[in-house]
């Protein structure tokens, strides 16, 4: 029998592609921002997230119509 090639081009097997290393990759991503979001999402069910509205400075309202203050 022949010898094994061993040269410059290597035989190609039907191995890992570069197709196949993207598809990968885009899918390990999507799946990395979808557990964020899982997580996100959880820990507000929770109550671990603080909403950034809680110390400003809102005009206060009286049925859903503001009311001016005689400060000003």
Not at 3 to 17: D, L, Q
């Amino acid at each position: 029998m022949g010898a094994a090639e061993t040269g410059v081009s290597p035989v190609r097997t039907g191995g890992e592609t570069d197709t196949n290393i993207a598809k990968v990759s885009a899918a390990m991503e999507f799946l990395l921002f979808l557990l964020f979001l899982v997580l996100l999402a959880s820990a507000s069910a929770v109550g671990l997230t603080a909403d950034s509205r809680d110390s400003a400075d809102w005009k206060s309202t009286d049925g859903g119509r503001r009311w001016r203050s005689r400060a000003c």
